[in-house]
């Protein structure tokens, strides 16, 4: 018997994906069709910071650095290489791997804000490492790339498809790719590792949860993801500048992340929904200043719904989302206990 | 290689940058005390500091150009505008989310960056100003060295401003309460403490504090919406050096930050974009070698 | 009238119910303890009363309703009280500690006196005043806190489990100027302890809890003389 919350999983699933199938070609215009293939893009970003920080309790800020890493590779091999978009793809997700260990190793001795700052650090730096390297980089100037938009089976060339199209599903595609091994990951051993990682280090040590390798694999996958996810992102916007990538990208990365829900499966999609269109509708709402109609949505968002839409709507439908699930003694939350009325003194 | 930089700088050149960077790292070490201010009452940071200093910069330059009101008045009232605001932000907005985890406490506080960088935006526009400052330009020969006045300026307002707040805080009766809340706010209760208006007092100090740097920035550079920005990064890189509770060390790590800043900048050829990265890393080490910083405490992990 | 009144007050942590309908009366200017084992919810009514967890019926102070008011503000009404664990002010000075029990007066002539009463009680303190109180022993934390509610002036004073941790003769001294508050300066006093034995020599009413509901309830001579109620519920 499947119960009903799968069935609704199920269901929703399924319509979200024909929806995403048939949207560029029967409803979107090329504008909204090139928007959405950003949201597939950094929901792919998304689902690598929901992994690390929904469910690994590892608060980076950092991430933009590795879409950065992933832009640029393909941006680089590309123009001077020669070589298809699409093949960059793998190049640019094995580099962000590597970076991601490769920032795990100090990150493995932080905690918590502090975490969040170094990490956040890293970001802000990014622009600067990156024109200072400007050999390689092209510096201020950035990188034009030419022919992101077409596909190696000829299709964009024919006319079959836009290019905005191709660029849409191609992310789409690794968006579905990723999203099954996300989930078949958290639902795996190691997906229980990580969960038990953010409830409680100490207790996961005592279990015999090798911290050292859980957590570098977290930001390794979730670094990996962040690559892929800038290397589309390059291809869309065809251009990759030191400040594509910049600390207001990895803020975006965590508020959409937040907003959809950390910790849940499908927060990422709304998160991604939300990070691309919503400076877009808040210049709707507020013509004036888009900036003041995204930070009062961010902190209405927050006082309704501090677990991010996702959360909330599980809350609202009393679907059985890990709530009660940690119903014993003090509810904890990625980033420390709620206080119920329990003394917090040191 | 290293001869030849020790035979360039001059003991002059080394002085005058020490003194431009003790005054740089005064504003550094107001706005990284606002920081340390609220990380101590909340263990959270907020991220818009920045922001509502900018904001409030704007208004004593409103007073002062279009009211025509004299700097000595602008000063002070900016900074009691200033603590009010910090006070009505923190009870309005902040009090809903008190005891929120870390995560949302931090995206209220991005809200608040969005928000106040609008609001400047709108109000202002995006036209960039120059803003008076108090100081005269000339320089002043100390020992054949060549001070500006403005440096010494930014040092002593600096010094006075975080005189004050320690007065505050050790002195005074409403400052030891607010130092008890922030503390031991359960047992603040038991002994009648109104511990969120301590925590709305500490909003407001720390925009008050905020508005000083402000003001002081201004004049150095232009007046537009994205003013404190940088100066923000560097408040940050000041305050986990210092050790992120600790008032003391954001004012020692923002002189410290400063005083390096201008003389790598300076001496070391070739580094002045990555200053950043400078800042990056000196965190990343900190909070590794010593994550409490210079004088902090070593953050609990509560299990 | 009693100065402190509970009418069927009930308490939870959440789901779980802890104190399931308690009646007691505290009159002005006595000693009144409360006894009975570990996690009979002795100290949940305590925090019922200084408002630091949700509660059900009535509670009344001086006539008045204080039961929903948050804790600072049943501290204001004149309630002081010195928890488990003693709420020591552990990184701020002795003198701050007491400070801080004083910072809603005004009366800055009244504070200097009740500092040097305070003093002589203890006199040990005023040659530790600028050590951070985290240094002091657990015999000299639990007085800093009970002088630090003197500070405050109280009409009622909530103290849980004193004895806590404490020497034997450390104990006594503590237990003879508890005493004496109550006589001298005629503080209402309302005692937590699970040392019934020392409480019941203090006391001039006693009530035994037991399962969040009170089993027994007299005066402080009739319950220490009573062999049957003493085994049962004071263990000795």
């Known amino acids: 018997m499947i119960s009903n919350e799968r069935a609704f999983a199920w269901g929703a699933s399924i319509f979200v994906v024909l929806i995403a199938l048939l949207a560029p070609l029967a409803a979107l215009g090329k504008f909204q069709t090139l928007e ?109 790339i030419t022919g992101a938009g077409k596909d190696p089976f000829g299709l964009v060339e024919a006319g079959q498809l836009t290019s905005e199209q191709w660029l849409y599903y191609l992310a789409f595609v690794f968006f579905v790719l990723f999203f099954l091994f996300y989930r078949a990951l958290l639902k795996s051993d190691v997906g229980r590792a990580f969960r038990s990682i953010r409830d409680g280090e100490t207790v996961a040590v005592a279990n015999g949860i090798s911290l050292r390798y859980y957590k570098t694999l977290a930001f390794a996958i979730s670094a990996l993801m962040a690559g892929v996810a800038g290397s589309l992102d ?71 719904m501090p677990q991010g839409v996702i959360g909330g709507i599980g809350r609202l439908l009393g679907l059985r989302r890990g709530v009660r699930e940690r119903m014993v003694a003090v509810p904890s939350t990625p980033f420390g206990p709620v206080t119920a009325g329990v003394d917090d003194e040191h | 290689m290293a001869t030849d930089l020790f035979l360039v700088a001059s003991v002059q050149g080394v002085i005058q940058q020490v003194v431009f960077g003790l005054a740089t790292g005064g504003l550094y070490a107001s706005l990284a005390l606002a920081l340390v201010l609220i990380y101590r009452a909340m263990e959270t940071l907020n991220f818009a500091q920045g922001e509502m200093a900018t904001f409030t910069t704007f208004i004593a330059f409103s007073l002062l150009v279009y009211l025509h009101l004299p700097y000595w008045l602008v000063f002070p009232a900016t900074v009691v505008i200033a603590v009010l605001g910090g006070i009505a932000v923190e009870r309005v907005i902040i009090r809903p989310v008190e005891r929120a985890p870390v995560i949302t406490l931090v995206l209220v506080t991005l809200g608040l960056f969005a928000i106040f960088n609008g609001l400047s935006g709108l109000i202002w ?32 307002v600096s010094t006075a401003v975080l005189v004050l707040i320690w007065l505050f805080f050790a002195r005074t009766k409403v400052g030891l309460m607010m130092r008890s809340a922030a503390l031991y706010p359960e047992s603040s209760r038991l002994l009648g403490v109104r511990v969120g208006w301590m925590l709305a007092l500490g909003w407001g100090l720390a925009a008050g504090v905020g508005a000083v740097s402000g003001m002081l920035v201004a004049p150095i550079t232009v007046l537009d919406p994205n003013l404190m920005q940088s100066v923000l990064l560097y408040a940050f890189v000041a305050a986990v050096l210092g050790g992120i509770d600790s008032p003391v060390g954001a004012v020692v790590g923002g002189l410290v930050v400063g005083v390096l800043l201008a003389l790598v900048g300076t001496y070391i050829p070739n580094v002045q974009d990555l200053r950043l990265v400078f800042g990056f890393l000196v965190i990343i080490v900190v909070l590794i070698v010593k994550p409490g910083g210079l004088f902090g405490r070593e953050h609990v992990e509560r299990v | ?213 009170i089993a027994v309830s007299g005066s402080g001579a009739d319950l220490a003389q009573n062999e049957s109620v003493r085994r049962s519920y004071l263990g000795y």
């Open chain 1, 234 to 304: 390059a291809m869309a916007t065809s251009y990759v500048g030191p400040d594509s990538f910049d600390a207001t990208i990895a803020l975006a990365l965590i508020v959409g992340a937040a907003i959809g829900g950390l910790g849940t499966l499908a927060g990422p999609i709304v998160g991604a929904l939300f990070t691309v269109w919503s400076p877009i509708y808040a210049q709707v709402i507020f013509k004036g200043r888009p900036d003041i109609a995204y930070g009062v949505l961010l902190i209405l968002i927050m006082y309704l």
């Open chain 1, 36 to 144: 959405f293939a950003y949201v597939w893009a950094f929901a792919i970003a998304i689902v690598g910071v929901n992994l690390l920080t929904g469910y690994c309790g590892q608060i980076s800020l950092g991430n933009s650095a590795f879409m950065a890493v992933g832009g640029y590779t393909t941006a680089i091999v590309v123009t001077r290489l020669g070589w298809s978009p699409l093949a960059t793809i793998p190049l640019a997700a094995v580099l962000s791997a590597i970076g991601g260990v490769l920032l795990g190793i100090p990150a493995l001795k932080l905690r918590g804000l502090y975490l969040g700052l170094a990490t956040f650090a890293l970001a802000l730096s990014t622009p600067s490492l990156i024109r200072h390297f400007d050999n390689l980089t092209g510096g201020s100037q950035g990188i034009y």
């Open chain 2, 125 to 156: 526009g995006y036209v960039v100003r120059p803003f008076p400052s108090p100081f005269p330009t000339t320089p002043v020969f100390i020992g054949g060295v060549g001070i500006s006045y403005q440096d010494l300026g930014l040092i002593g």
């Open chain 3, 1 to 213: 009238m009693a100065l402190l009144e509970l009418e069927n007050v009930v308490a939870s942590y959440g789901a779980i119910e802890v104190l399931h309908g308690i009646s007691l009366a505290v009159d002005q200017g006595s000693v009144v303890a409360m006894l009975g084992a570990n996690g009979a919810g002795k100290t949940t009514t305590l925090r019922a009363i200084s408002g630091r967890v949700k509660v059900y019926g009535v509670i009344r102070f001086d006539g008045r309703v204080i039961s929903g008011l948050a804790a600072e503000d049943v501290a204001r009404r004149g309630i002081a009280h010195v928890p488990e664990g003693r709420g020591t002010l552990a990184q701020l000075t002795v003198l701050e500690n007491l400070q801080m029990g004083a910072c809603l007066r005004r009366d800055g002539a009244g504070v200097k006196k009740d500092l040097d009463r305070v003093y002589e009680y203890f006199p040990w303190m005023p040659g530790r005043l600028s050590q951070p109180a985290a240094l002091l022993s657990g015999g000299e934390q639990q007085m800093l806190a009970i002088a630090r509610a003197l500070m405050m002036r109280p009409r009622l004073l909530l103290l849980d489990e004193p004895s806590l941790g404490l020497a034997p003769t450390v104990l006594r001294s503590i237990f003879q100027i508890i005493g004496k508050i109550n006589e001298e300066e005629g503080v209402t006093i309302l005692l937590v302890e699970q040392n019934a034995k020392t409480a019941l020599r203090v006391a001039d009413r006693a009530y035994v809890l037991e399962v969040g509901e």
